[in-house]
T-cell receptor
Framework: DAGVIQSPRHEVTEMGQEVTLRCKPI?????LFWYRQTMMRGLELLIY????????DSGMPEDRFSAKMPNASFSTLKIQPSEPRDSAVYFC????????????FGPGTRLLVL | SQQGEEDPQALSIQEGENATMNCSYK?????LQWYRQNSGRGLVHLIL?????REKHSGRLRVTLDTSKKSSSLLITASRAADTASYFC????????????FGQGTRLTINP
């Protein structure tokens, strides 16, 4: 079975540009999480969805970040406008209701904002 | 803020030796989990120990939990080069147990 799929795997952009990161959770999973990983701050939860509904976005750093989950098989994390301090690895993870304790991570998107 | 803090931050040992990593946390927990992250990859769930358990085994992994000290340890026995990775402890924070909070991780290097 395919795991969590993220695209792109690498993104290099210039400050001020819009960046869209994409995630396809594991089929049948009903919770989806977006994390950001940096050397300075480690792994931080940005936002998570249950059944496509955003539950907690308190980790979203500022209004430049937005996330959507239009259906059970797709989510986006958008940064507009991007800034150099947004450079990080962004992970998507999903979870199934029957095993709420375990999260399954995608390979991540490495973002570099110049 | 990080719920778990791993110690040491980095560990380098010879293949075949045992590796021990520690995690301390701040608030009461229902369970504690360990994840592994290979370089350039996502995190992979290794093992979960519940608050009413003191020790758990999975293959070459042994996890202990001391709720009185709010600490856990992960032991990897007979280490292999493929065990080279970063290891994170994680606990759920807040009501509803929805938010998984990770420590800063221990970077383990197994030298052949």
């Amino acid at each position: 079975d395919a795991g969590v799929i993220q695209s792109p795997r690498h993104e290099v952009t210039e400050m001020g540009q819009e960046v869209t990161l994409r995630c396809k959770p594991i089929s049948g999973h009903n919770s989806l999480f977006w994390y950001r990983q940096t050397m300075m701050r480690g792994l931080e939860l940005l936002i998570y969805f249950n059944n496509n509904v955003p539950i907690d976005d308190s980790g979203m750093p500022e209004d430049r970040f937005s996330a959507k989950m239009p259906n059970a098989s797709f989510s986006t994390l958008k940064i507009q406008p991007s800034e150099p301090r947004d450079s990080a690895v962004y992970f998507c993870a999903s979870r199934v209701a029957g095993d709420w304790e375990t999260q399954y991570f995608g390979p991540g998107t490495r973002l570099l904002v110049l | 803020s990080q719920q778990g803090e791993e110690d040491p931050q980095a560990l380098s040992i010879q293949e075949g030796e045992n590796a021990t990593m520690n995690c301390s946390y701040k608030t009461s927990i229902n369970n504690l989990q360990w994840y592994r992250q290979n370089s350039g990859r996502g995190l992979v769930h290794l093992i979960l120990i519940r608050s009413n358990e003191r020790e758990k085994h999975s293959g070459r992994l042994r996890v202990t939990l001391d709720t009185s000290k709010k600490s856990s340890s992960l032991l990897i026995t007979a280490s292999r080069a493929a065990d080279t990775a970063s290891y994170f402890c994680a606990t759920y924070k807040g009501g509803g147990a929805q938010k998984l909070v990770f420590g800063q991780g221990t970077r383990l290097t197994i030298n052949p």
